[in-house]
Structures are given as structure tokens and as C-alpha cells.
């Protein structure tokens, strides 16, 4: 089970972090990705990281604003968001895909949690 939270209203500039907590069983090589659809468009792939945290992948409109995180101790990920901008608003999603290969792709994750909001105000 995938637990996604910290989203919400921001000004552009601004920053937030979300977070994606995992319950249940795992396994010893998976990959959490985060997506996020904006209205009207399809989900998109925003960043992905392996279990080790050793590898990670960005889309590129987020590279070097958005930074992907774990912290095993708690099954838990992070996507922290800086320098946001209107057109990062979407409602955002993590996944989980029980092979250990990152991939872009929302139909090769097995698991999807709940969405949250992120507004980013002009």
C-alpha cells in the first residue's frame, strides 16, 4: 500500500516536498516512481529511484529543480520540488513497480496510490 501526502497551494518560486509512504510486503529490488497528471493531459512520468536510492531518473522539465529521495528506515520516499512553477500544478501519484528497473512508463508500475494536490499560483 502507497501513501502519498504533502501537496497543496504554493506561489511560483516556491517549494514543496512530498512524501510516499510503503506498507506491506516489499521486495528486495523495486522502484518508486512519482507521475502526475495535470487537467485535461495524460499522466506523466516525473522521477523514479531504485530501492538502493543508487539510481534515479528525472523527466526533464523537472531536472534541477526536483530532487527524488529515500529513506529506507521507513519505506519512505520523497520528491522535493523547488522552483515551482504554474505549470508544475497537477495532481501528483507514486508507484510502485516490483521489478528493479527504472522505467518511465505508468502500465510497468504494479501499484499506485492515492493522489495529491499540488497548486502552483502565477
Known amino acids: 500500500q502507497l501513501q502519498a501526502s504533502g501537496g497543496g497551494l504554493v506561489q511560483a518560486g516556491g517549494s514543496l516536498r512530498l512524501s510516499c509512504a510503503a506498507s506491506g510486503r516489499t521486495s528486495s529490488s523495486y522502484v518508486i516512481g512519482w507521475f502526475r497528471r495535470a487537467p485535461g493531459k495524460e499522466r506523466e512520468f516525473v522521477a523514479a529511484?531504485?530501492?538502493?536510492?543508487?539510481?534515479?531518473y528525472y523527466t526533464d522539465s523537472v531536472k534541477g529543480r526536483f530532487t527524488i529521495s529515500r529513506e529506507n528506515a521507513l519505506n519512505v520516499v520523497y520528491l522535493q520540488m523547488n522552483s515551482l512553477k504554474p505549470e508544475d500544478t497537477a495532481v501528483y501519484y507514486c508507484?510502485?513497480?516490483?521489478?528493479?528497473?527504472?522505467?518511465?512508463?505508468?502500465?510497468?508500475?504494479?501499484?499506485w496510490g492515492q493522489g495529491t494536490q499540488v497548486t502552483v499560483s502565477s
Open positions: 529511484i531504485t530501492r538502493r536510492g543508487n539510481n534515479t
Open positions: 508507484a510502485f513497480r516490483l521489478v528493479g528497473v527504472i522505467s518511465g512508463q505508468p502500465q510497468n508500475y504494479n501499484y
